[in-house]
């Protein structure tokens, strides 16, 4: 699969060829601009590809209809590096947005969002604003938020990239977690020292090439 966006003089993403499987946990790094952040976006349908195919579970995710998308959404969650919570509403709010949006009854949100609080270690600050809490709790609200559709995967752009290592290493502890109940994770960074010490599938692009791939084994630029 490719991807140049129209500004672009070569393309973002270079006849890439990534498969996952249900339930594994992958690393996607390489320098700022290798083309992680696309990698990711193609996933949700934020673009699609110029040539190629991008496959979710049975979904072929750049001809799904426009209506569709919203579903593919719910199996999609996503984490950004700068959290991206509503300001304006409390922990508890943030979370069961992504309940109301896609019309679940009260009564399930009402069980459901207490749960995944306690599941990412929020409990006790469900009725907070996202302002009034660390770095690392609005990135758990944002885990949250993202996990309580309960998707098939998550993705995960840079979630570390705006925290201390300490904090960092808790949010990798959640994200195994919730890997560990069977959601496919597909993480990028440029942390390599948390690549390190997790010793997961690495998939490292370069200039928008796929330039190692732990489940083919290592290979160069220009294979
Ligand atoms: P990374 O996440 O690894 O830093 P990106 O996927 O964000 O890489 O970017 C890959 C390349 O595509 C970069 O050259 C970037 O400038 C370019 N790019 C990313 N998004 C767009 C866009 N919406 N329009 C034009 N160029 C883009
Ligand atoms: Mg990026």
Not at 107 to 115: N, Y
Not at 152 to 165: A, K, Q, R, S
Not at 200 to 207: D, F, G, K, N, T
């Amino acid at each position: 699969m490719s991807k140049t966006y129209k500004t672009l003089a070569r393309p973002a993403l270079d006849d890439v060829s990534v498969s996952v499987d249900k339930g594994e946990f992958v690393f996607l790094i390489g320098p700022s601009g290798s083309g992680k952040s696309t990698f990711l976006q193609l996933l949700l349908r934020e673009e699609v590809p110029s040539d190629g195919r991008v496959i979710v579970a049975d979904w072929n995710v750049a001809k799904l209809p426009r209506r569709r998308v919203p579903k593919l959404r719910q199996r999609v969650g996503c984490v950004f590096q700068d959290f991206r919570l509503l300001n304006n509403k409390t922990v508890s709010e943030n979370v069961a947005f992504a309940l109301e949006v896609i019309g679940k009854p009260r009564h399930t949100i009402r069980k459901v969002v207490p749960e995944v609080l306690q599941l990412v270690g929020l409990d006790g600050k469900a009725d907070r604003m996202p302002a009034e809490l660390s770095g690392g709790e609005q990135q758990r609200v944002a885990i949250a938020r993202a996990f309580v559709n309960r998707p098939l995967v998550l993705m995960c752009d840079e979630p570390t990239g705006n925290l201390d290592p300490d904090t960092s290493q808790d949010i990798m502890l959640l994200l195994e977690r919730i890997n560990r109940t069977g959601t496919t994770l597909v993480m990028a960074t440029h942390d390599h020292s948390i690549v390190d010490s997790m010793r997961r599938r690495v998939v490292e692009l370069s200039h928008g090439k796929v330039i190692r791939d732990d489940a083919r084994g290592v290979y160069g630029v220009g294979r």
